[in-house]
């Protein structure tokens, strides 16, 4: 059994009408999206309310995926607030697709006078240039050396 394959009109043995179309034309594949012109993703954490959003956001403000986590406490301490933080982050990075998980290159707390402790609870030693270790990697898909940006 002989198969020959054609792949819009590639094939030079081609003889079927395609209409016009152009063949052999790459696509736009890339990582940002065409409403984006920044190529670097930024994974943040806020807390809204009960709330605890993950966003991940392109540099000049196109949002690409979001998560919420509902606070089991009103006043959650550190660990309790970290959980949260990571699990927010995760579900986040989890709705990206392919390489946009690679493209994040800062996560941001603004989280108040909170922030700091929360990083402590998330395993980072380093609170002077803190940064995603691989526990924390294995956790929310982030690679592990990208830097942690504490606002507020």
């Known amino acids: 059994m002989d198969l020959k394959f054609s792949f819009g009109g590639a094939s030079p043995d081609h003889h079927h009408d395609d209409g016009g179309a152009p063949?052999?034309?790459p696509l736009p594949f890339t990582t940002v999206a065409p409403?984006?012109?920044s190529g670097e993703l930024v994974a943040s954490v806020r807390c809204d309310g009960a709330l605890v959003?993950?966003?991940v956001v392109t540099g000049d403000g196109v949002t690409y995926a979001r998560a919420e986590?509902?606070?089991r406490d009103e006043h959650p301490d550190?660990?309790?607030?970290?959980?949260?933080?990571?699990?927010a982050l995760a579900r986040a990075v989890a709705t990206l697709e392919g390489p946009l998980a690679e493209s994040v290159r800062t996560v941001v707390l603004a989280l108040?006078?909170?922030?700091?402790?929360?990083?402590?609870?998330l395993g980072i030693a380093d609170l002077d240039a803190p940064a995603?270790?691989?526990?924390?990697?294995?956790?929310?898909?982030?690679?592990?050396?990208?830097?942690?940006?504490?606002?507020?």
């Open 23 to 25: 063949s052999g034309i």
């Open 35 to 37: 409403g984006s012109t």
């Open 53 to 55: 959003v993950g966003e």
């Open 69 to 71: 986590v509902p606070l």
């Open 78 to 87: 550190a660990v309790a607030l970290g959980k949260a933080v990571r699990s």
């Open 112 to 121: 108040g006078g909170d922030s700091r402790a929360v990083v402590q609870s």
């Open 132 to 152: 995603v270790d691989e526990a924390l990697q294995r956790r929310i898909g982030i690679a592990a050396g990208t830097p942690i940006r504490i606002d507020g």
